[in-house]
């Protein structure tokens, strides 16, 4: 069965720093692997997707996200935070061609991004 | 708004009652589907349509859930007899058969007293 871990809970950052948010992965073949954002009183929104090809992807408001095979991550990156950026942040896994599952996604617990001005 | 509208946003039923949901995808989506998020957790998986075919259920989706989506378009996820554990978001999300990521509606929120 695949799983998703978000480690932290919660993470602080000042406004204009860089920021990451960590995610690793349990799967049996190769993943699609997506980073969701969740503001309050609102739906998911998708954010980035890796699945081929380059392992550094670029996604919507500046963000990207590094897919690491030898270490099961795909952690979300930014150079330069903003206010703006606060909200719950998810990561989710697909296996496609899996069979039974394949087209569900797996969330994480979400992590908490605060970004303080 | 073209994206994916749930309604309603926000209900509250009394344990036992029936409770019914409904999700409008975007209109070219022809994938489906249906996640509970409870507080604190990430969206879990109960059941995704192709068209009118529903093709994957979860163990989540005990026999008082079904759901429907009787001409390819709309859902609706229906609960019978209400347990508090039900409280929950109950998000819909629709995709193009050929793409990889679902977008999202913005949710129904139950609260089961």
């Known amino acids: 069965a695949q799983s998703v871990a978000q480690p932290e809970d919660q993470v602080n950052v000042a406004e204009g720093n860089p920021l990451t948010v960590k995610c690793t992965y349990s799967v049996s073949g190769n993943p699609y692997l997506f980073w969701y954002v969740q503001y309050p009183n609102r739906g998911l929104q998708f954010l980035l997707k890796y699945i081929t090809g380059d392992n550094l992807v670029k996604g919507s408001y500046g963000f990207e996200a590094e897919f690491n095979k030898s270490q099961t991550s795909f952690h979300l990156k930014k150079p330069s935070a903003l206010v703006s950026d606060s909200a719950l942040y998810f990561c989710a896994v697909r296996v496609p061609y899996s069979g039974a599952g394949s087209y569900q996604l797996t969330f994480g617990k979400g992590t908490k991004l605060s970004v303080i001005p | 708004d073209t994206g994916v509208s749930q309604d309603p946003r926000h209900k509250i039923t009394k344990r036992g009652q029936n409770v019914t949901f409904r999700c409008d995808p975007i209109?070219?989506?022809?994938?489906l589907y249906w996640y509970r998020q409870t507080l604190g957790q990430g969206p879990e998986f109960l059941t995704y349509f192709q068209n009118e075919a529903q093709l994957e259920k979860s163990r989540l989706l005990s026999d008082r859930f079904s759901a429907e989506r009787p001409k390819g378009s709309f859902s609706t996820l229906e609960i019978q007899r209400t347990e508090q554990g039900d409280s929950a978001m109950y998000l819909c999300?629709?995709?193009?058969?050929?793409?990889?990521?679902?977008?999202f509606g913005p949710g129904t929120r139950l609260t089961v007293l």
């Open positions: 209109s070219e989506h022809n994938r």
């Open positions: 999300a629709s995709s193009l058969l050929s793409g990889d990521e679902q977008f």
